[in-house]
C-alpha cells in the first residue's frame, strides 16, 4: 500500500512543469561537465 501512495506522489512530481523546470536549470550549471559542452 505504502509502494502505491509513493507511485502517483512521484509521477505528480515528475509531471509538473514547474519544479522539474528550476531543479534541472540549477543542476545544469551545477555540471560542470555540461557547460563545458554548452559553451
Known amino acids: ?3 502505491s501512495d509513493f507511485s502517483p506522489r ?3 512530481n515528475d ?3 514547474r519544479p522539474l523546470l ?3 536549470r540549477g543542476a ?3 555540471h560542470p ?3 563545458e559542452r554548452l559553451t
Do not use: F, L
Request: charged share 30%.
Open 1 to 3: 500500500m505504502i509502494e
Open 10 to 12: 512521484k509521477v505528480c
Open 15 to 17: 509531471n509538473h512543469p
Open 22 to 24: 528550476p531543479k534541472r
Open 28 to 30: 545544469v550549471p551545477m
Open 33 to 35: 561537465a555540461d557547460g
